[in-house]
């Protein structure tokens, strides 16, 4: 099985940034805020502004430290690889993800390089099937591959599909 290439980390580290920044927002608001603000009256202090900003920059340590590890964890297991009968994905952190796409259901490939992809020098591989409307955009989704493998993945896979239906 082939694993991704270590650019991959990045992009899910910043994919965690977003998650738990947005995810310390919402709790933020609705659910600390009314907290810190009870026990302050309760305890009849007048200035929030120091527990505000200590609480601000722990959660800011705790987005990083946790975003850190989850970049980590998803790098080491997702994993992918090309067989006689089709493509096998292995993805998961707590729940693992198998999936089979085989090339007679393959439409199609995209090789899909965003502006942290072109820095980090990788591609993102997208195999489109027939029938799939899911969420990640095709069903045969790596994310992270060497530009120069994602050409020889794209290739390879065209003329699987094209010797099939020949």
């Known amino acids: 099985m082939n694993q991704l290439h270590p650019g ?5 580290r910043i994919g965690g940034y977003l998650l ?6 919402f709790l933020g608001i609705w659910i600390i805020a009314p907290i ?10 007048s200035s929030i502004f120091p527990v505000a900003l200590l609480s601000i920059l722990g959660y800011i340590l ?31 952190i707590i729940w693992k993800r198998y999936s089979n796409v085989p090339y007679e259901r393959i439409q199609n490939v995209d090789v899909h390089r965003g502006i942290i992809a072109r820095m980090l020098g990788f591609s993102s591989v997208m195999i489109q099937t027939a029938g799939f409307s899911g969420p990640a955009g ?13 050409e020889e993945i794209r290739n390879f896979v065209m003329r699987k599909i094209t010797s099939r239906r020949k």
């Open 138 to 150: 095709a069903e045969g989704n790596i994310p992270a591959v060497e530009m120069k493998y994602a």
């Open 36 to 45: 810190i603000g009870f026990f302050l009256i309760l305890a009849g202090s």
């Open 20 to 25: 738990f920044g947005f995810l310390g927002i």
């Open 62 to 92: 705790f987005v990083i430290i946790v975003s850190e590890i989850y970049a980590q964890m998803s790098y080491t297991r997702w994993f992918y690889e090309f067989t006689d009968e089709g493509l096998r994905l292995e993805r998961g």
């Open 8 to 12: 991959a980390k990045w992009q899910f």
